[in-house]
C-alpha cells in the first residue's frame, strides 16, 4: 500500500511531565487510563524544510493548538499550558532536534491517572513528539473504496474532537480496505453522505464547482480544508459549496481529492473500481497542490502569515 509509517527516536527531545526529557527516558504505566480507555486527544501538525532559507517552517501551528484546546475542553482534558506556551514549547523541542528535513510534530493530552473505571476524571497529562515524515500517502493518485463501516456520529463520539479512541474506527476502515487492495478508505455518515476519508476530509469538483461535505456530516473541521478552501478561492476564483454529498457524486465527479495534515493534497483517481474523471491527476487538484507547498514551505510572500520559520544552524547537522 502506499501509505507510511514513520517512527520517532529515542535519543529526540519531546515534552513529557512538566519538561522537556528525552524519548528514550519517558516511561507509561499499562494502568495509564487513556491507554485502557483511549481518553485522550491528539493534534498533527506539518514543519517543512526550507534548504534555501534553512529553516523549517511551521505550518499554522496556533491554528491546530487552538483546536487542541477545544478537544481537550470536550474530553475534559486539562491543559496545563495556554496556546502561546504550547507554541512555544513547539518552537523549541524542533530547536533542539535541529531536524533538517519534513516533520511532524505530535501533542497529546491524555487522562493518565493509573486505575480501572471508565470516567472522565483524574490528573491528565500533556505531551509533543516529533518524527521525520515525507509524503504520507501517494500525491499523484489514490485508489479508495466506500468503506462498509460508517462513520461514527458526532453524537457518539464528538468528531470536531481528534480523539484517540476515535481513530478504532479509522484503524477499521483502513485496514478493510488495505485488504482489499486499496489505498484508503471513504466513509458515509449514519445517513448514507459522504463524510470524509479515513484521516482526510474530502472534496469534489463537479461542473466546474469545489463541493466539500458540511460540519454536520460528521466531519473533522480540518486545518488544512480550511487552507485549501481558501486558496481555491483567492487563487481560483473557485469559492467550495459547502453540503451535502452522495455516494454516486464521487462516481460523477470530475476530479475528487483528499485534504489534511498526513495526506496534504492527495487526488483520488479511483474510487470503487471506477476513474475518477480521466482516471489521472486533475488540473485543479495539481494547481492547489502546488499553491499549497509554495505556502507552507514560506516560498509565497501572500501566506507569509501561514507558517512559522525556526532556524536550524548548519551545525546542528546529524
Request: hydrophobic share 40%.
Amino acid at each position: 500500500m502506499s501509505r507510511k509509517a514513520f517512527a520517532a527516536s529515542d535519543a529526540e527531545w519531546c515534552y513529557h511531565g512538566g519538561e522537556l526529557v528525552k524519548m528514550g527516558d519517558v516511561r507509561l504505566s499499562p494502568a495509564t487510563h487513556a491507554l485502557n480507555y483511549g481518553t485522550g486527544v491528539f493534534e498533527g501538525i506539518r514543519a517543512y524544510w526550507n534548504p534555501t532559507k534553512g529553516t523549517l517552517q511551521v505550518l499554522k501551528l496556533r491554528e491546530h493548538y487552538e483546536r487542541f484546546e477545544k478537544s481537550c475542553r470536550i474530553l475534559h482534558v486539562e491543559l496545563p499550558h495556554t496556546v502561546d506556551e504550547l507554541c512555544e514549547i513547539t518552537l523549541e523541542i524542533l530547536k533542539r532536534n535541529a531536524p533538517r528535513e519534513d516533520t511532524y510534530i505530535r501533542p497529546l493530552a491524555y487522562k493518565a491517572i493509573e486505575s480501572v473505571g471508565v470516567n472522565l476524571r483524574g490528573d491528565s497529562e500533556l505531551s509533543v513528539f516529533t518524527v521525520p515524515m515525507g509524503n504520507y500517502v501517494e500525491l499523484t493518485g489514490l485508489r479508495c473504496s466506500v468503506s462498509s463501516w460508517r462513520r461514527t456520529a458526532d453524537n457518539a463520539i464528538p468528531a470536531r474532537a481528534k480523539c484517540t479512541g476515535s481513530y478504532v474506527n479509522t484503524a477499521l476502515a483502513v485496514d478493510a480496505a488495505h485488504r482489499a487492495g486499496y489505498d484508503d478508505a471513504i466513509f458515509l455518515t449514519q445517513t448514507g453522505f459522504v463524510s470524509e476519508a479515513s484521516a482526510a476530509n474530502i472534496f469534489l469538483l463537479r461542473k466546474g464547482g469545489l463541493i466539500t461535505p458540511p460540519a454536520t456530516a460528521d466531519i473533522l473541521e480540518g486545518i488544512t480544508r480550511d487552507a485549501v478552501m481558501e486558496l481555491a478561492e483567492k487563487e481560483l476564483g473557485m469559492p467550495t459549496d459547502k453540503r451535502d454529498v452522495g455516494r454516486t457524486e464521487l462516481y460523477a465527479a470530475d476530479e475528487v481529492f483528499l485534504t489534511g495534515t498526513g495526506f496534504q493534497i492527495a487526488p483520488v483517481t479511483e474510487i470503487d473500481d471506477r476513474k475518477v474523471g480521466e482516471g489521472e491527476m486533475g488540473p485543479v487538484a495539481a494547481r492547489l497542490q502546488e499553491l499549497y507547498f509554495e505556502a507552507a514551505r514560506g516560498e509565497n510572500p501572500d501566506y507569509a502569515d501561514w507558517t512559522v520559520a525556526v532556524e536550524v544552524a548548519e551545525k546542528a547537522r546529524r
